[in-house]
């Protein structure tokens, strides 16, 4: 009798299992048939697209997130410049890659002897010419410079050793040929390049308030404070001007090394 079967989930032995969930959900229904025919060639092989995307979508947020950290750490707190020139040799020679905290002058202040990359006050470099490159190329190069993985290429910047600080009064020569800050004299020979002297024109001058007192380690080829008193600034570089203080040589790595402040040279100098 009908009702004498027991009561079960399992289809009766005279009924086909259903092979799919299509089939037991009611067949030939229309929701059944979408779900088999949409996918092309069985159901399992739907979620293939989904995770190619996926993939895409999470590589975009990696690369995306990096860039915009670059940009950050650039920003505010540590950028990369190239070396064009050789007013700073033997310390800096050209080609370098030297190293930039951008903490200097906004966290921490400028102190006497540290090697400092500023925006130029005005006349103090001859008319950037850029190298020759596609637009493609020159395009690509400005976003890697933008979010510092490329180094600022200086066109518009400069870098020397800071000198005088404000309201030094820094002149030079003195009997034996140096340079003296608030009138004590300093010995430089740990820092200029081999060979050169202090300066071969002498100065005479005090550091106005915002303002620094700077010159290359290669005494007889830097265009610094001493040659430009006719520029805007009459010489001196706006503190608002100081981009940071350079820490570390990174390339080429056979020259990496740190650029320790010279504090010793500076210790016996009275504040002004």
Known sequence: MADSDPVTDRPSAH?????????????????????VVGTGHGGQAAPAPRRGLGVLRETAIIVISALVLSWIIKTFLVQA???PSGSMEDTLEIGDR?????????????????????????GWLPPYEPPERTPVGQAVTNVLTFVGLLPQETGDHLIKRVIGTPGDHVTCCDAEGRVSINGEPIDEESY??????????????VVPEGMLFVMGDNRQNSQDSRYNTGKPGGGFVPMDNVVGSTFATVWPLADATWLRNPGEVFAKVPEP
């Not at 009924?15 to 929701?31: E, I």
């Not at 200029?192 to 001058?205: E, L, M, R």
């Open 15 to 35: 009924q086909p299992r259903p092979h799919d969930p299509a089939d037991a959900a009611g067949g030939d229904g229309a929701g059944g048939f979408d779900a």
């Open 81 to 83: 410049f190239y070396i």
């Open 98 to 122: 030297v190293m930039v905290s951008r903490m200097v002058p906004d966290v921490f202040d400028v102190a006497r002897g540290d090697i400092v990359v500023f925006k130029d006050p005005g």
């Open 192 to 205: 200029t390049k081999p060979g050169s002297v202090p300066s071969q024109d002498p100065f005479d001058t």
